[in-house]
């Protein structure tokens, strides 16, 4: 089979999409990578097709508006009507008739437009749990987990309003317009139950990081996080590995790869490090964020695959991306999450929710606070205990990603998903 990937988002976004397609590969299918130009060099031999330039991303993580929580939908939406038409002709270049799979991730629609529009089989590819409305246990989209506060009606009309008065403008509109092009038909409030309607509807974190309630959408499959960093072959650089070696485990601090406008959490973090005496490492590739100079025992790494790294941290400083949120639940090491926007305050949730982090939002991330927060983490052994307990879940789960190709490719076949170790499917 001919397998066709499309990832939107970021670096942490695309490399569950890389680790996935390279298994595929390695099963004999043919199998192309669509996304952004500047992740095709994590894109570890895979055939890869960029749909926007490295120009359009870098311009989209320097606007000030991608960590706004309310202002960051526009932009996003902004980039899915101008990207959509150009990744649809890309991949359907692409489609050999009756031999062709298209796996999306959350927002790369051009998958699901393939499959109404040249009937091709499509799987969505879910991997974060905050993409599910649901009334008995509602996502935390905002600071104050204002809809888990809202009795069941009121939640409906919640949504309701947000899909009317910014949802349907910002996306479902450009959607249809471009369906009208395509001779397509319209589709309802394309956020809501729509987005799970592939042909197979995967999530990739387990049920225990968001148990499945009653009114999530039936028969989606779950498996466990990917946890796939290239970190086989990205082996941490020689300066940092000196540095961890010099002394006590530092503390790493990052704002993701989704973002360039991070400078004052940098500032605090830095200053954080120098109020406690605490060795901290900086983690990102655009320096010009960073205060200048760094105090003593504070270092920058542009890159470091975290999968070598947490385990040698004291603790985590991070925004709460699904990836790094993930990554640092497998290390066991205590996190302190600075959720911004989209689904990170719903991670930072999970986080809370297990017991191993804390959570402080940007307005409150002075470096006071933050020496204090790292001292509590640091210093509660029945935090650490947890820490433990949940990594050890991480590596009980089995290969994620060998259970998501089962599933993948049962598509192909017809059949009930395959559910390897780690797996499961929900149904109603």
């Given amino acids: 089979m001919k397998i066709l990937i499309g990832a939107a988002g970021s670096l942490g976004d695309t490399l569950p999409f890389v680790a996935l397609g390279l298994a595929l590969q390695r099963r004999g299918h043919q199998v192309q ?38 202002r960051g939908m526009a932009l996003i939406g902004e ?6 038409p150009r990744a649809f002709d890309a991949m359907r270049a692409e489609v050999v008739p009756g031999q062709t799979l298209a796996v999306g991730s959350t927002l790369a629609f051009a998958t699901r437009l393939l499959g109404d529009a040249l009937g091709v089989p499509t ?19 905002d600071a104050h987990g204002t809809l888990a506060k809202l009795p069941a009606s009121l939640q409906r009309a919640a949504w309701w309003l947000i899909d009317r008065l910014v949802l349907d403008r910002l996306f479902t509109r450009p959607f249809n317009a471009y369906r009208r092009q395509l001779g397509l038909g319209r589709v309802d409030r394309l956020l809501g139950a729509w987005l799970h309607q592939a042909d197979l509807t995967l999530c990739m974190f387990p049920p225990w990081f968001a ?25 941490l650089p020689p300066e940092l590995a000196a540095f961890l070696a010099a002394g006590e485990p530092p503390v790493g601090f990052t704002s993701g790869t989704a973002n ?23 983690i990102t590739k655009v320096g010009a964020q960073l205060p200048t100079p760094l105090p003593p025992g504070v270092l920058h790494v542009p ?10 941290l004291a603790a985590f400083v991070h925004h709460g991306g699904i990836g790094t949120t993930s990554q640092a639940l497998r290390a066991g090491v205590p996190q302190l999450v600075r959720p911004m926007a989209y689904d990170q305050f719903d991670n930072a949730h999970q986080v809370q929710r297990l017991g191993v982090g804390a959570r402080v939002l940007p307005v409150d991330y002075t470096p006071a606070v ?24 991480c590596r009980a789960d089995g290969d994620a990603i060998s259970a998501a190709c089962d599933a993948v490719l049962s598509v192909i076949r017809g059949a009930q998903p395959t559910l390897g170790d780690g797996a499961a499917a929900f149904t109603k």
């Avoid at 894109?43 to 490295?54: D, E, M, Q, Y």
């Fill in 33 to 70: 990578l669509f996304a952004s130009e500047s992740y095709g060099g994590h894109a570890a031999g895979l055939p890869f097709t960029p749909v926007a330039s490295i120009a359009e991303t870098d311009a989209l993580l320097r606007d000030p508006r991608v960590t706004d929580p309310r």
């Fill in 79 to 84: 980039a899915f009507a101008a990207g959509l």
């Fill in 123 to 141: 799987v969505t590819v879910h991997l974060a749990p905050a993409v599910f409305r649901s009334v008995r246990q509602p996502p935390r989209l």
């Fill in 211 to 235: 148990p499945p309630p009653v009114d999530w959408p039936a028969r989606l499959v779950c498996t466990g996080f990917p946890l796939y960093d290239n970190g086989d072959t990205h082996p």
């Fill in 260 to 282: 360039a406008t991070s400078h004052a959490f940098f500032a605090a973090s830095a200053a954080a490090c120098a109020l406690s005496g605490r060795r901290g490492l900086l």
């Fill in 303 to 312: 890159y470091a695959p975290f999968s070598q790294l947490l385990p040698r």
């Fill in 370 to 393: 933050v020496a204090q927060a790292l001292e509590r983490l640091t210093a509660d052994g029945a935090l650490r205990n947890r820490c433990e307990e949940v990594a050890a879940r």
